[in-house]
T-cell receptor, first 114, second 113 residues
Framework: GENVEQHPSTLSVQEGDSAVIKCTYS??????FPWYKQELGKRPQLIID?????GEKKDQRIAVTLNKTAKHFSLHITETQPEDSAVYFC?????????????FGKGTLLTVNP | NAGVTQTPKFRVLKTGQSMTLLCAQD?????MYWYRQDPGMGLRLIHY???????AKGEVPDGYNVSRLKKQNFLLGLESAAPSQTSVYFC????????????FGSGTRLTVV
């Protein structure tokens, strides 16, 4: 089955700096890659996703890039703010066939220091 | 439109007791999932369902049972709770399964003493 590795496990940045979280996946057939943000004590929420026919996707201060050849994808947050502090999870899946579920990375705790 | 609702939000059980966690969604989603979240372990899939009347095992199914008698509800049961089942449990639902995003419930914090 699919295996998703996520790095780093913790990341501390100063407010205004950029943050990058990287994930690798094992199944070359995977074609859907979402990112979730989980604030302390809250539920995970989808913040951005990318499909394999796209190399990069942006939404304001966040962007995701995908390198299918290397089987890795990354989350980029620019101009970080204290409210970006949270645990971020990457995930992967493939559509079609008997696949019905996402495989998650173990998460990255991002701390943005004022 | 409440999305995904989990009950209860908190529970303390004694070892050997049983309980049922309820997940309800009002988005007409076919797919529903139960995950547990432990520090440093991320989100691990316990069981899932691809439609009313169906269930399937996930990554860590031992000690849990599930039922999906109605499309909108997905129940997670612990027949004989153990301290190793102390965790935060999240239910999620999806319109298109793994090919689309999940909507998560707010979680249930379970402590087994």
């Amino acid at each position: 089955g699919e295996n998703v590795e996520q790095h780093p496990s913790t990341l501390s940045v100063q407010e205004g700096d950029s943050a990058v979280i990287k994930c690798t996946y094992s199944d070359s057939a995977s074609n859907y890659f979402p990112w979730y943000k989980q604030e302390l004590g809250k539920r995970p929420q989808l913040i951005i996703d990318i499909r394999s026919n796209v190399g990069e996707k942006k939404d304001q201060r966040i962007a995701v890039t995908l390198n299918k050849t290397a089987k890795h994808f990354s989350l980029h947050i620019t101009e970080t703010q204290p409210e970006d502090s949270a645990v971020y999870f990457c995930a992967a899946s493939k559509s079609g066939g008997s696949n019905y579920k996402l495989t998650f990375g173990k998460g990255t705790l991002l701390t943005v220091n004022p | 439109n409440a999305g995904v609702t989990q009950t209860p939000k908190f529970r303390v059980l004694k070892t050997g007791q049983s309980m049922t966690l309820l997940c309800a969604q009002d988005m007409n989603h076919e797919y529903m999932y139960w995950y547990r979240q432990d520090p440093g372990m991320g989100l691990r899939l316990i069981h899932y369902s691809v439609g009313e009347g169906t269930t399937a095992k996930g990554e860590v199914p031992d000690g849990y049972n599930v039922s999906r008698l109605k499309k909108q509800n997905f129940l997670l049961g612990l027949e004989s709770a153990a301290p190793s089942q102390t965790s935060v449990y999240f239910c999620a639902s999806s319109l298109v399964g793994g090919a689309g995003g999940y909507t998560f419930g707010s979680g249930t914090r379970l402590t087994v003493v």
